[in-house]
């Protein structure tokens, strides 16, 4: 029997023996190939795996790398939309700067307008004031005059009740004539404006005292205590401002009274810095510390600059009929007249205050009614001149 033909193919399978070496050598294969069909089916999950993270990877990176760019998208949106804002605001800071200048500019030629329309109008009162006075005193003077010369060589002839109508027009007229001369010195100290320089106000002050009869034996017995020092100031406003307190000194007291004024000057101290005011030795005096001989301060090795601010107090104190408390204020306005008693035009004392307030100083009153007035006017005093010497009299009680 011959060999069977190979199924499927009607051939019959090939001799082992024809193959020869070929077969022998191949045979082997078969179990070399089990052996990697093996292995190769061991490490297929691990390569599966590894596949899979490899793509949920390449998944997550893809995604991330979409947000990343959506985000750098929105970024971008916010980036352009701030700058887009910021010109638009530097655009309006620069028209909002440029109208401002502009309204600057507007206002800066209104106020130098009208500064100097008002300059115009004020000199056009000032000649206006001027003239209007002096020609109101003329007509006074003469009503004064004709009076008194009526007074003087119709007395006789004259019924009394007539005189007594002279004499009111008269004391009328010349009561006009001071409040306009007032006035006048009043409107002149708050146009002027000195600069301040040394004045001797001790020899200022016994000038007016040989000037002014009234301010002399036996009208009125003034005593200066202490030599007073130099100041800075005005000569004419301080005149203005000794007269005035003068003035007010012998005219309020008692009828029959003769006047008794004492002047004294003493060296006070005041915080250079008003917000935080020093304690006082005195309540009337407010602001100011006293220098008295008896005080003393004992040496320092690390010696700190002075917060006070020295300056001159000069007192005036009289025996008269004295001020209430509540009024220690109002009398340096204008018109104010406590006493229509007493003569005068209510301008005096507020001519003393603008006076010292245009050479830097202060006014001040210590008055009780029935125990006289101590008026104080506070200086600076001038540079390299000695401070007035503390040894004041014991004050009357």
């Not at 887009?84 to 307008?113: C, F, P, S, W, Y």
């Not at 109101?136 to 006789?156: F, I, K, N, Q, W």
């Not at 109508?165 to 009328?172: C, H, L, T």
Request: with cysteine; proline share 8%.
């Amino acid at each position: 029997m011959g060999a069977k033909p190979t199924p499927g193919t009607g051939n019959p399978p090939p001799d082992k023996s024809s193959l020869g070496l070929a077969v022998t050598e191949r045979a082997p294969l078969p179990m070399a190939t089990a052996e990697g069909a093996a292995i190769g089916a061991n490490e297929t999950p691990q390569i599966y795996e590894t596949m899979l993270a490899m793509n949920e990877a390449l998944m997550v990176g893809s995604v991330r790398q979409h947000e990343l760019a959506e985000a750098a998208n929105l970024w971008n949106a916010r980036l352009q939309a701030e700058i887009i804002e910021r010109t638009q605001a530097e655009a309006a800071l620069l028209a909002a700067r440029t109208e401002l200048a502009q309204a600057n500019a507007e206002l800066e030629q209104k106020v130098l307008d009208r500064t100097a329309k008002l300059q115009e109008t004020v000199a056009e009162l000032e000649h206006f004031s001027y003239t209007i006075t002096h020609d109101m005193r003329a007509p006074l003077r003469a009503m004064y005059t004709l009076g008194g010369v009526l007074l003087a060589e119709c007395s006789e002839c004259l019924h009394p009740t007539r005189l007594e109508y002279i004499r009111q027009i008269v004391d009328s007229a010349d009561r006009m004539d001071k409040l306009i001369t007032d006035a006048l010195q009043y409107s002149g100290v708050v146009r002027e404006h000195n600069e301040p320089e040394p004045v001797d106000a001790d020899a200022l002050l016994r000038g007016i005292l040989e000037s002014y009869p009234e301010f002399q034996l036996p009208h009125a017995n003034i005593h200066i205590d202490t030599r007073l020092p130099v100041v800075l100031g005005n000569a004419a406003g301080l005149t203005q401002c000794f007269s005035n307190l003068l003035a007010n000194a012998v005219k309020f007291v008692r009828p029959g009274q003769t006047p008794e004024v004492r002047v004294w000057a003493e060296s006070v101290q005041t915080p250079k810095s008003r917000d935080q005011p020093q304690p006082t030795e005195e309540g009337p005096v407010g602001h100011a510390t006293r220098n008295t001989q008896h005080e003393s301060a004992l040496p320092t090795l690390n010696p700190q600059p002075s917060t006070l601010n020295p300056l001159v107090r000069i007192w005036f104190e009289d025996k008269g009929i004295g001020i209430e408390k509540q009024y220690h204020d109002k009398i340096w306005q204008m018109f104010q007249q406590l006493n229509k008693a007493y003569e005068g035009t209510g301008i005096g004392l507020a001519l003393v205050r603008k006076v010292v307030d245009r050479m830097g100083g202060k006014v001040g009153v210590e008055s009780e009614p029935g125990h006289g007035s101590r008026f104080w006017v506070e200086l600076k005093p001038a540079n390299g001149q000695p401070h007035p010497k503390l040894l004041i009299p014991d004050r009357p009680q």
